[in-house]
């Protein structure tokens, strides 16, 4: 079998006449009903309207049978959503596919499960490549991995469909890192990527080397556990990010896509060719997802601390930092002001420059009633530049006091918030259903200890306060 055959390009003279017949009956058929005019005259974008004949629901190019109505047509919806995505992710948004993508459904839930539920494909058929994507419905549809899968056919589409050729005996593969790459890459520009993952404090390179990432198969990213499937995720998106973000970095993506799948050398070399900035250094690549990592990680400005963890980092910040008569670096509380104002002025300027930083950033998203209090302590750390003290002591006196009074009121309103939703459960949600239920139970049951001691008390006392008197 040769590796066309392997990865299911399959060759037309290994088909039986018979099979070759039917197959091309079913094909003409299909390709006839694709060519079927919508209705309303067509989509944004330039798509063909969903058509619905015969277990078939059309989109432009892309065909789905079998199965019912509402899932052809879901999944149908989905593979063109992509597709118009990934158009614009390369700057062309008006392209059309070269190639049918036919979406084949079989059985049903309930069905004998099969090892793997979604399975692609790609054919030739007197040299008109066709793109398969294989669904068993027995586990309902996967949609991670049906996103998956789409996208990999739309990759294989722009790079078999504008004429590349493919010589018998070459194997065609796109690596997971593209494909989830692309994947996330929309994701981001949608807003539904989940930046959590960037700000995990992970070094996602330490877990997975760039160089690892590229050369990982399918079969190897299926089997990744822990932090692996996370941070292959994270760097794919990062890889594909920064190059969208280079200099006609659109333009060179498509004329990447279109050279990849038949491409036959070191992936480095034709990322070169097209991403012409690699070229300035050998870990260009390397800085930009370094980059484009931190940058992911970067909170938006609408993530906004709650008042409890603004004061916690408030506090973490507000330190002085400089070096003592012996040269040892020394880090004090904003309340030892007095060892920095006696040194030099560019001592006294190294010292606040960490906490100044760190102050404008807190800024941006602390709980709004802080922004006047960290007004003030940038003044206060501008002074200490200065080498001004005069009331010094005092204003940050008032500024603690204002601080623990806020930080106070928080925690009690975080308690009973608590409190509110354990003993109003049922007007809330019913999640505690179960807890209610154990608790009816345990007073249905005569199993008190006669005996008296401080637990006992204890609870008493909360029985008073909460319920009423124990019986």
């Given amino acids: 079998m040769s590796s066309l055959q392997a990865i299911g390009l399959q060759s037309v003279k290994s088909v039986p006449r018979v099979s070759l017949y039917m197959g091309l009956v079913g094909v003409l058929f299909i390709l006839g009903v694709l060519r079927v005019p919508a209705a309303d005259g067509g989509v944004e974008n330039g798509g063909e309207a969903a058509v619905e004949k015969a277990n078939i629901t059309n989109y432009g190019q892309i065909s789905v049978?079998?199965?019912?109505?509402?899932?052809?047509?879901?999944?149908?919806?989905?593979?063109?959503?992509?597709?118009?995505?990934?158009?614009?992710?390369?700057?062309?948004?008006?392209?059309?596919?070269?190639?049918?993508?036919?979406?084949?459904?079989?059985?049903?839930?309930?069905?004998?499960?099969?090892?793997?539920?979604?399975?692609?494909?790609?054919?030739?058929?007197?040299?008109?490549?066709?793109?398969?994507?294989?669904?068993?419905?027995?586990?309902?549809?996967?949609?991670?991995?049906?996103?998956?899968?789409?996208?990999?056919?739309?990759?294989?589409?722009?790079?078999?469909?504008?004429?590349?050729?493919?010589?018998?005996?070459?194997?065609?593969?796109?690596?997971?890192?593209?494909?989830?790459?692309?994947?996330?890459?929309?994701?981001?520009?949608?807003?539904d990527s989940n930046r959590q993952i960037y700000q995990a404090d992970i070094d996602f390179l330490n877990i997975l080397p760039l160089e690892m990432v590229f050369e990982t198969s399918e079969h190897q990213w299926r089997s990744m556990m822990g932090r692996e499937p996370i941070a292959f995720r994270a760097i794919a998106g990062a890889i594909v990010n920064s190059l969208l973000r280079q200099k006609g970095g659109e333009a060179s993506m498509a004329a990447y896509l279109a050279d990849f799948t038949t491409f036959k050398g070191e992936y480095e070399n034709l990322l070169r060719k097209h991403f012409p900035g690699m070229n300035q250094s050998n870990n260009s690549l390397s800085k930009w997802v370094n980059l484009e990592l931190l940058e992911l990680a970067m909170a938006r400005v609408t993530e906004v601390y709650s008042m409890l963890?603004?004061?916690?980092?408030?506090?973490?910040?507000?330190?002085?930092?400089?070096?003592?008569?012996?040269?040892?670096?020394?880090?004090?509380?904003?309340?030892?002001?007095?060892?920095?104002?006696?040194?030099?002025?560019?001592?006294?300027?190294?010292?606040?420059?960490?906490?100044?930083?760190?102050l404008e950033r807190l800024s941006y998203r602390c709980f709004p009633t802080y922004r006047p209090i960290l007004n003030e302590y940038g003044t206060i750390l501008g002074d200490i530049a200065k080498g001004e003290d005069e009331g010094m002591v005092n204003r940050l006196a008032q500024l603690k006091d204002i601080r623990d009074k806020m930080n106070a009121a928080a925690i009690r309103a975080r308690d009973y918030l608590d409190w509110y939703y354990i003993t109003q459960s049922s007007e809330v949600s019913g999640n505690f259903d179960n807890y209610r239920a154990l608790i009816e139970a345990l007073e249905n049951t005569d199993n008190e200890s006669s005996g008296k001691d401080s637990v006992s008390d204890y609870l008493d006392e909360i029985q008073r306060i909460y319920g009423g008197n124990r019986q």
Wanted: with cysteine; charged share 30%; net charge negative.
């Fill in 65 to 191: 049978v079998g199965g019912e109505q509402r899932t052809r047509g879901g999944i149908a919806s989905l593979a063109n959503e992509l597709r118009v995505k990934l158009n614009k992710l390369c700057g062309e948004p008006d392209r059309e596919m070269k190639l049918p993508l036919i979406i084949k459904l079989h059985g049903a839930e309930g069905d004998k499960e099969l090892p793997r539920s979604i399975v692609s494909r790609i054919t030739n058929l007197q040299g008109q490549y066709q793109l398969l994507l294989h669904i068993h419905l027995a586990r309902g549809v996967d949609q991670e991995m049906l996103r998956y899968h789409l996208m990999e056919l739309l990759l294989y589409e722009r790079g078999l469909g504008e004429g590349q050729l493919v010589e018998d005996g070459d194997r065609l593969v796109v690596k997971p890192w593209l494909i989830l790459g692309m994947l996330e890459a929309i994701s981001i520009r949608d807003g």
């Fill in 309 to 358: 963890e603004t004061e916690s980092r408030l506090e973490g910040l507000l330190k002085l930092r400089y070096r003592d008569p012996d040269g040892s670096a020394a880090i004090v509380g904003i309340d030892h002001f007095d060892q920095v104002t006696q040194l030099d002025q560019a001592a006294r300027l190294e010292a606040v420059a960490a906490a100044l930083a760190e």
